[in-house]
Each structure stands twice: as C-alpha cells, then as structure tokens.
C-alpha cells in the first residue's frame, strides 16, 4: 500500500515526538566563579537554585546536573568567571556529550583545597575528575585547573575525552590516569608537581606519600595522544605506558620528573 507525502510526514514527525527529550537538549550553560556575572546579588548553590530558566549556575555539580536547566550530563558547561571550585566531580554523558570548560582569560581552579572551607580532608582523598562514559559519547575538558586530588583526572571504561588546554598540579598519586578501554587525547596540557602535595592541616606526615606519583598513566588497553604537552617536576616517572596500551606521542617534553629524593623538601608545595 502506498502511503502518501502527507501520512509520510505526519508519520515522521510523530516518531520525531517520540523520541527521548534528551537527544535534542544538549543546550549550554553558564556557571559562575567568585563574581556575580549576571548581576543578580546571587552566588555559589544560591545562584544554584533561584530559577530554572537563566542557565546560570554557582557550582559544576548543579551545572552538571538535571535540576533547574541543568545540562543533566548532555551539553556545554562554560565557566564564564574566574573563581575556585572545591567539588569533586563525575562526567559520565549519560545523556549526551559533554564539555566542561572555563572561558578564554578565565582562570577556574577545580581544586581539592579551599583555605576554611569543609571537607578539605575528603577531597584530598579524592579524585577530582572521574569520567566513565559510554563509547557513543565524547567528553571534552577544556582550559582548567586541576588540582590538589589524590588523582587529578581519572578516565575510564570505554570513554573517549579530548583534555585541552589544561593544568594538572600536584595531585598525589596520578596526575591524569587512563585505563580500561578508554581513547584520551590530551593536547597543550601541563602536568607537573605529581607526588609533591603538602598535607591537610593536623596531618601527619606533614608531606603526604605518594604512589606512585606519575604524571600521565595509561594501562591496559587504553589508547592516547599526548601532544604539545609537557610533563615536568613529578616525583614519579612524566609518562608511563602499561599493557597492551598505544600512545602516540608529539612535541612532548619531559623534564625533571622522577624525583624521589626530593620528597624530604618538596619544591612545589601546595601554597593555598
């Protein structure tokens, strides 16, 4: 039976209604550093909750997220201030793509260290960015800073991320670790101070051990690019490659990592 244009139409236009509302969200957001951008008197989970129709956030989690215009893991999160973000934070693009990134000029700091602040302790023991998406996805993080963690960035299952323009600073045991079957380009990157972290106030040692202190792991049978990256001053080895894992290399540069001796008196301390 012949079904005509008209009915054809109708019949698409009705299945393109019944798909999932997700597939077409992935809509921007903005969120907030230490100034109020929109002008509204309004920070941090304040600025989180005072309506679901600006799109602008205080903090990543609740940019993140699916409550009032969230992104709800599908869309482009662009931090428009500069300002410090003690929150740890998991990437997992269950509804679409994801891209996390700070605005050209603005400095945003994804540290696990706030001076005063609660939970200090916790998020040193923490990884500051976790991302395990599905293979259909891709995960960007873009212009940030990331540090202070006990692992900076940690990338696995059968992620594919793109990590650009980004500073990964004395976190303890890995500054960014790939593994599973995840596929990581890391592009115009720093990754330095691994494994030299000075220790939560109270602590004991003041200097906290670390294992194994690497800058960039990839293992198992992970794949990766390391490009125009440098790897400097870790106290573990700058890139380590474990397993069947492939990475290809261009314009890195590796200096003064695997420092060991070094721990008794830490050059790059942490200075919050």
């Keep these: 039976m012949r079904v005509s244009l008209y009915a054809r139409s109708f019949l698409f236009a009705a299945a393109i209604a019944c798909m999932p509302a997700v597939a077409f969200a992935n809509h921007p957001v903005l969120v907030e550093g230490d100034t109020d951008f929109d002008g509204d008197g309004l920070l941090g989970t304040a600025e989180d909750t005072d309506n679901s129709t600006d799109r602008i956030f205080g903090t990543l989690n609740a940019a993140l997220g699916s409550l009032n215009g969230g992104a709800n893991q599908n869309g482009r ?17 269950a509804n679409g793509n994801v891209t996390l990134e700070a605005a050209p000029g603005v400095e945003a700091n994804i540290d696990a260290v706030l001076a005063g602040a609660a939970g200090n302790v916790d998020r040193q023991n ?7 998406a599905a293979n259909d996805r891709m995960i960007t993080l873009r212009n940030l800073v990331i540090r202070n963690w006990r692992d900076g960035i940690v990338v696995e299952g059968d992620s594919h991320v793109l990590i650009d323009g980004c500073r990964i600073e004395h976190n303890l045991n890995f500054g960014i670790w790939v593994h599973d079957d995840a596929r990581v380009a890391i592009t115009d990157c720093q990754v330095s101070g691994t494994g030299f972290r000075v220790g939560a106030a109270g602590t004991s040692p003041s200097v906290d051990l670390p294992d194994p202190g ?3 792991e990839f293992k198992n049978s992970s794949k990766g690019l390391v490009a125009n990256t440098t790897i400097a001053g870790n106290y573990g080895k700058g890139l380590v490659k474990k397993g069947g894992t492939n990475v290809q290399q261009s314009g890195v540069q590796q200096f003064d990592n695997e420092r060991e001796d070094d721990l008794a008196a830490p050059e790059n301390g942490d200075d919050d």
């Design 77 to 93: 999160i662009t931090i428009v201030t500069s300002g410090r973000f003690p929150e740890i934070l998991t990437i997992t693009g």
């Design 126 to 132: 923490s990884t500051g960015i976790l991302i395990d």
């Design 214 to 216: 690497v800058g960039i």
